[in-house]
Nanobody, 128 residues
C-alpha cells in the first residue's frame, strides 16, 4: 500500500514563502516520478510541477516558474515544494501525486490520470 501525506501548508502573506513536504510510504519511492497539483477554491485541480524519479529533471506550469522549486530526497522518501514570492492566486489545496515512472526525462503532460497515487492535500492560503 502506497500512502502520500502532505504537510507544510498554512497562511502566509503576499510575497512570503512556504515549503510543502510529501512523505511517501513504502520502499518504492525511487521508482516514482512525483508531481504537485493544486485546486483553488471553486476551481478544477491543475498541474503545478513534476520531478523525475532520480530528481534529475523537472517541469513547471508557467504560472509558477521562477517562484516554485520541486525537489526530492530519495533517502527520506520525501518530495518538497518550495514556494517563494507567493501571490493570492496561489491560494489552493495542494496535492502531491506519484506515478510509476523511472524515466530520466519528464514524460508526463500534466494530466491527473497520469498519476497512480494521491495525497489528501494541504491548504495554502496567501493573504493580500
Amino acid at each position: 500500500q502506497v500512502q502520500l501525506v502532505e504537510s507544510g501548508g498554512g497562511l502566509v502573506q503576499t510575497g512570503g514563502s512556504l515549503r510543502l513536504s510529501c512523505a511517501v510510504s513504502g520502499r518504492t519511492f525511487s521508482s516514482f516520478a512525483m508531481g504537485w497539483f493544486r485546486q483553488p477554491p471553486g476551481k478544477e485541480r491543475v498541474f503545478v510541477t513534476t520531478i523525475t524519479s532520480s530528481g534529475g529533471s523537472t517541469a513547471y506550469h508557467d504560472s509558477v516558474k521562477g517562484r516554485f522549486t520541486i525537489s526530492r530526497d530519495n533517502a527520506k522518501n520525501t518530495v518538497y515544494l518550495q514556494m517563494n514570492s507567493l501571490k493570492p492566486e496561489d491560494t489552493a489545496v495542494y496535492y502531491c501525486a506519484a506515478r510509476w515512472d523511472t524515466s530520466s526525462v519528464v514524460t508526463t503532460r500534466g494530466f491527473e490520470y497520469e498519476y497512480d497515487y494521491w495525497g489528501q492535500g494541504t491548504l495554502v492560503t496567501v493573504s493580500s
